[in-house]
């Protein structure tokens, strides 16, 4: 009778990891490609299901990578880099430098990049110190600059986690206390700008579907806080 029941729990688990994989796997393939005209700015939107838009009603037009677009108009070209489940750490569950969307924004050539990853970080399975965070996401930001076009790059730190429990295994006190303080201070040592999504939610829960993922009002936030950034930088 034990292998029915251990055959069940096998066929259970199987079941998960295979509808988690072919999730990732639609995700990847339902991303449109804009393709930059001559003279438009390239804008990359790099991180995690919070700039893919996990979630998000009438996600082709609600995903913060396309309002930010909209927001932009037809001087930019603003392109959509996220993945569900990533990691800045590279011994994470899902590192982030390991994806194709990771590989297809430096082939992009990005002239602006927008990175935020840290909200799967914060995670008991991914987190191991604060230290480490750091290095990955300073990791990164090397790598981008080392591209030819030498891009801009724009740090955001993720917004806060509500629930009890938080969804996702998310930690909320690690997002507060550690993965913010580590961005804002990289932004400090590196001379990067910073949009500080964690100030700009902080209370508002409403603007979360689910506590961890924005909204369609949620992600207008974030597309007009990099717009700000974005035509500032531009303008320096």
Not at 207 to 234: F, S
Request: with cysteine; proline share 7%.
């Amino acid at each position: 009778m034990w292998w029915i029941i251990a055959l069940a729990v096998l066929l259970v688990i199987s079941g998960i990891v295979f509808l988690i994989t072919v999730q990732r796997g639609v995700m990847a393939l339902f991303r449109p490609r804009r393709h930059p005209r001559p003279g438009q700015i390239r804008i990359a939107c790099t991180g995690d299901s919070i700039t893919y838009g996990y979630g998000i009603r009438n996600w082709l037009r609600n995903n913060y990578p396309e309002q930010l677009q909209q927001l932009l108009g037809s001087s930019y070209c603003v392109r959509n880099f996220g993945v569900c489940g990533a990691t800045a750490s590279s011994s994470g569950d899902n590192p982030y430098e390991k994806t194709a969307a990771s590989r297809d924004s430096l082939a992009f050539r990005p002239n602006i990049v927008l990175l935020m990853l840290g909200t799967n970080d914060s995670k008991p399975c991914n987190w191991k110190d604060a230290d480490e965070y750091a290095e990955d996401l300073k990791k990164f930001v090397s790598i981008y600059r080392a591209l030819p076009d030498k891009p801009c790059i724009i740090l955001l730190t993720p917004p806060p986690a509500y629930g009890d429990p938080v969804p996702f295994d998310i930690d909320a006190d690690v997002l507060k206390t550690k993965v913010r303080y580590q961005i804002l201070a990289l932004a400090g040592t590196e001379q990067l700008s910073c949009v500080d999504l964690y100030a700009m939610f902080e209370g508002r829960p409403e603007l979360l579907w689910d506590g961890v993922h924005p909204n369609a009002a949620g992600a207008e936030c974030i597309a007009k806080a990099a717009a700000a950034y974005v035509r500032k930088e531009k303008e320096e």
